[in-house]
């Protein structure tokens, strides 16, 4: 696997070659510092932790300082652990978007926007009632029954019902990389990615 | 608009040589259409009806009336399907976006030209 943090900036579209329009999101990708290389043989598994956007060490706590010392960088906003990373790379090295080409396929991790306490219309795609006659009042999004009486005399656990909504980590995946900009680290991904713009997200491939 | 989107917008937009135009003018969009594997230009005269949105992503809606049944396109700024824009003749209106002409036809559907020097 390879991977990289990066920031949701914002939406745009491009033209391909046959005239076609392609929505896409812009995302600052990296760079990125390796902080840490966990192994098998010292920490059970492989991995390799980045850490990515700059911090003022006035705001960081010691253990940060010392931590992110030891990879020779200033200490950083937001620390990531990508398992088995494919690249071949040594503590306090610099990963940018330079690992991704034009036309790759990667998937983009992010947390969806909040969307607040929201009915089961929304929140589940239930269909509400579907009618506005025949003895239908107040209860055009209702969610119905939610199971029997006296038997099972309870309700099942895991019943879709209105809650909060959003705010959970999704992937999106088969986004293709449309464009990328080295000199500004800035990549473009055909379609839309979780998260409001200024979120995180991780690029995987 | 944000810089970092900015940025981008400016390095996708091609630097096109189209005369500048607003809601009211009179304008025709000679557009590419590929036919069985042959590209043709078509072209579509009108007025405009609304310019919206910035950037890359920008359009421009023309309107006109074809055989008594009104017909409108929207034409995105950048395509590279868009071959010349030619502009007709400058309208004076005071709206930015003519939906009132929809309900219009015949006379009172025109709009008055503006003279330029």
């Known amino acids: 696997m390879k991977g990289i943090i990066g920031k949701k900036i914002g939406m745009t579209s491009v033209f391909g070659a046959d005239g076609k329009q392609t929505a896409c999101t812009i995302i600052e990708a990296g760079p990125c510092v390796v902080t840490q290389v966990k192994t098998a043989e010292s920490d059970g598994y492989n991995a390799l932790q980045l850490a990515f956007g700059d911090k003022k060490e006035k705001h960081s706590i010691k253990a940060e300082v010392n931590h992110f010392s030891k990879a020779g960088t200033a200490p950083k906003k937001f620390v990531k652990e990508f398992r088995d990373y494919s690249l071949d790379t040594k503590l306090g090295e610099t990963i940018t978007l330079e690992i991704f080409a034009e036309g790759d396929k990667v998937e983009v991790?992010?947390?969806?926007?909040?969307?607040?306490?929201?009915?089961?219309?929304?929140?589940?795609?239930?269909?509400?009632?579907?009618?506005?006659?025949?003895?239908?009042?107040?209860?055009?999004?209702?969610?119905?029954?939610?199971?029997?009486?006296?038997?099972?005399?309870?309700?099942?656990?895991?019943?879709?019902?209105?809650?909060?909504?959003?705010?959970?980590?999704?992937?999106?995946?088969?986004?293709?990389?449309?464009?990328?900009?080295?000199?500004?680290?800035?990549?473009?991904?055909?379609?839309?990615?979780?998260?409001h713009n200024g979120s995180i997200v991780l690029i995987q491939k | 608009m944000d810089a970092a989107v900015q940025f981008v917008h400016d390095q996708l937009t091609a630097k096109k040589e189209h005369p500048k135009f607003k809601a009211g003018d009179n304008v025709t969009v000679n557009y590419k259409i590929v036919e069985g594997g042959k590209e043709r230009i078509q072209s579509f005269r009108g007025d405009v009806l609304k310019c919206q949105g910035n950037g890359a992503?920008?359009?421009?809606?023309?309107?006109?009336?074809?055989?008594?049944?009104?017909?409108?396109?929207?034409?995105?700024?950048?395509?590279?399907?868009?071959?010349?824009?030619?502009?007709?003749?400058?309208?004076?209106?005071?709206?930015?976006?003519?939906?009132?002409?929809?309900?219009?036809?015949?006379?009172?559907?025109?709009?008055?030209?503006?003279?330029?020097?």
């Open chain 2, 57 to 117: 992503t920008a359009t421009f809606t023309v309107r006109k009336i074809s055989d008594g049944v009104g017909v409108e396109r929207v034409f995105p700024f950048f395509s590279p399907n868009i071959d010349s824009i030619l502009l007709n003749k400058v309208g004076k209106v005071r709206r930015a976006k003519l939906y009132y002409l929809r309900e219009r036809s015949g006379k009172s559907a025109r709009i008055r030209e503006k003279r330029v020097k």
């Open chain 1, 109 to 195: 991790v992010g947390t969806t926007k909040g969307k607040g306490f929201q009915g089961v219309v929304k929140r589940h795609g239930f269909h509400g009632v579907g009618e506005q006659s025949h003895g239908q009042h107040d209860r055009q999004r209702a969610p119905g029954s939610i199971g029997g009486s006296s038997y099972p005399a309870r309700v099942f656990k895991g019943m879709r019902m209105a809650g909060r909504m959003g705010g959970d980590r999704v992937k999106t995946k088969g986004l293709k990389i449309v464009k990328v900009f080295p000199e500004k680290n800035y990549i473009l991904v055909s379609g839309s990615v979780p998260g």
